[in-house]
């Protein structure tokens, strides 16, 4: 049977807290990804991958809409996710798709497919109870503070959990049935995100005296932003304080085995494909929902603006093999992969009345007159925890600005100080980008109209919270 190139199948591979710069398609010299660099080779790698909101329901919901967080409304990771929302799952299945989810999505509320047909594995984030901010009421959350982070050689039930989504997905690409109609399978790894235990095979292939450490210039801690004084108080560090170089090496050395355990599961997945016969015919991607601090700026974890926390990986390999090798550097988001999936499959073109995309198809930077033609912007927004209004980044070309509403903003110069340690913002030689990047912020966010919905949502949530997820009671 030919390939139908009209509808092709789509392959979503996500893991979660996957920072780009810890993987060796992206240039480390420790964190091997030879599968990454595999799929790499057959098709693109974004090099300035954006989230569109630096924790994980936000930025997934997002990427199932194709909206920004200001549009949805899934604020932080306690909103329930509407059951009338239209995701990708919904539009791809009025194509004629079978559409399928392994593992991780991570939707709040009774609705656990919003448009897949079936769930081949359990989601273990996906019923579990969520808590919200108050910004009425700000405080940091005291239950994860610590000196030092649970890591090294061991065992956790998420590492279960993606044992048993990749040997879904492999049954589902097997199957026989898949060369009946296109498909679209997104599978959902919760590695290499805390807990940072790691198969001993893994773990075992770090040597701890070759781990790198962060880079932190002395004063540097101290000088930081207070968004980011209030995420380090909150996991128990504050001024200079730090994680020991002893414990860092460890974390390390964790997170990286978690990512070789997740790239070897990322070979297996396609080397099904080739197996099949799928993988002419098949949009394969590899991205995660955002990024993970290990260290800089004396952060673990997400939930700030900072590089690592923010930027994501993205490699899409398209059908055919189009494009494959190429290296875009180029601001991309998330949401264009959403945009990409509705483009590829032709259901760009049906669409609800009023419905709107916020990302770009990834296939116009295949020529060179699209990488001229693309508006070299991205955008990503921020609600959730440590956040007392809304925050927000703008990047243009390798200028990004930082915007914490009703605090002083950053402006940093990426190409000049890729570590983000100076801040630009009140520097009269960068005075005109400064103004430039808040003049065109402010004029597609509203940080006043959005904190008034904002606050909305989490009185409103804290009035029916006892009902709000009863279901997971029962």
Known sequence: ????????????????????????????????????????????????????????????????????????EMWDNGVPFPEDAVTWAHSLKRQGYDVALSGKIHFRGHDQLHGFDEQLAYDINGRNKPAFPN???????????????????????????????????????????RTANPWALHVGFVCPHNPFFAPDEYYDRFALEEIDLPEIPPGHLAEIHPFNQRNRAARGFGGESRISDENMRRLRASYYALIRFIDDKLGRLLDALE???????????????????????????????????????????????????????????????????????????????????????????????GLEAWDNATFSEYYADFSWSPTAMLKRDHYKLNWYHGERPELFDLK???????????????????VQLRRELLARWDPDEIGRRVIRSQEQRSFIKPYLFKYLDS
């Open 1 to 72: 049977m030919s390939a139908d190139l009209s509808k092709p199948n789509v392959l979503v591979i996500m893991t979660d807290q996957q920072a780009p710069q810890f993987s060796s398609v992206y240039g480390h010299r420790l964190a091997r990804t030879p599968n990454l660099e595999r799929l790499g080779s057959e098709g693109v790698v974004f090099e300035n991958a954006y989230t569109p909101c630096p924790v994980c329901v936000p930025a997934r919901m997002s990427y199932m809409t194709g909206t920004e967080v200001q549009r949805n």
């Open 416 to 434: 000049r100080d890729p570590g983000e340690f100076e801040d630009l913002s009140r520097n009269s030689e960068y005075e005109e980008i400064f």
């Open 135 to 177: 910004w009425n009421n700000p405080h940091p959350d005291p239950s994860c503070r610590r000196d030092s982070w649970p890591c090294g050689p061991g065992h956790s039930k998420e590492i279960d959990a993606d044992n048993a989504v990749e040997e879904a997905a492999l049954r589902y690409l097997r199957d026989p049935l």
């Open 275 to 369: 197996e099949t016969g799928q993988r002419e015919n098949t949009l394969v991607v590899f991205t995660s929902d955002h990024g993970e601090m290990m260290g800089e700026h004396g952060m673990v974890l997400k939930c700030s603006m900072y590089e690592h926390s923010v930027r994501i990986p993205l490699v899409v390999a398209f059908p055919s093999k189009k494009g494959a090798g190429l290296r875009v550097d180029r601001n991309v988001n998330l949401l264009d992969l959403t945009a990409t999936i509705l483009g590829q499959s032709g259901a760009d073109n049906d669409l609800p009345s009023g419905a709107r995309q916020d990302g770009r198809d990834l296939g116009s930077l295949l020529t060179p007159a």
